[in-house]
C-alpha cells in the first residue's frame, strides 16, 4: 500500500492534459480544505474529485478483493462514507463538487471535459 498514489495518478494527471489543452485554466492542486480535491477553482468554487474505481467502490467496475475481507470491506466502506461527509461540508461551504470516476476520464474524458465546463460556467455566473 505504500506504492499507491493519493495524488498526481495517471486518470489526474491525463485529464489534467487533457483539459488544458482544452484551455481550461484557473485551477489549483493544492486546495487548503477538507477532501484535498484534486482540482479546485477558487473563482468557481468549484471542487474536483476523480475517484479510483477501486478505492471509492465504483458500481461498475468495483471488484471485491478475495482476500483480507473484514480489512477491505472496513476500509472501502471508510473511503465512501468519508466521501459523503466531504461532500456534504464542501456544499455547506458553497462549493460545487464534481466526481468523475476513473474509467469515466479514461474512457471518455471530453465528456467529463464538458460536464466540467458546464459546471464552471454556472457557478461563474451566479
Known amino acids: 500500500m ?3 498514489r493519493s495524488r498526481d495518478t495517471k486518470a489526474e494527471v491525463s485529464f ?4 488544458w489543452a482544452r484551455g481550461v485554466r484557473g485551477y489549483r492542486l493544492k486546495a487548503k480544505f477538507r477532501g484535498k480535491p484534486d482540482l479546485y477553482f477558487p473563482t468557481a468554487k468549484l471542487a474536483v474529485f476523480i475517484d479510483g474505481c477501486f478505492w471509492h467502490k465504483c458500481p461498475k467496475c468495483f471488484v471485491k478483493p478475495k482476500s483480507r475481507n473484514d ?3 472496513s476500509k472501502i466502506t471508510h ?3 468519508r466521501d459523503k461527509e466531504t ?3 464542501l456544499r455547506k461551504e458553497g462549493i460545487t463538487v464534481l466526481r468523475f470516476w476513473e474509467h469515466e476520464v479514461k474512457e471518455n474524458a471530453e465528456k467529463c471535459c464538458q460536464k466540467l465546463k458546464r459546471a464552471y460556467e454556472k457557478n461563474i455566473r451566479n
Open 2 to 4: 505504500s506504492r499507491i
Open 87 to 89: 461532500n456534504r461540508l
Open 16 to 19: 489534467r492534459q487533457f483539459i
Open 79 to 81: 473511503n465512501v462514507a
Open 71 to 73: 480489512y477491505w470491506d
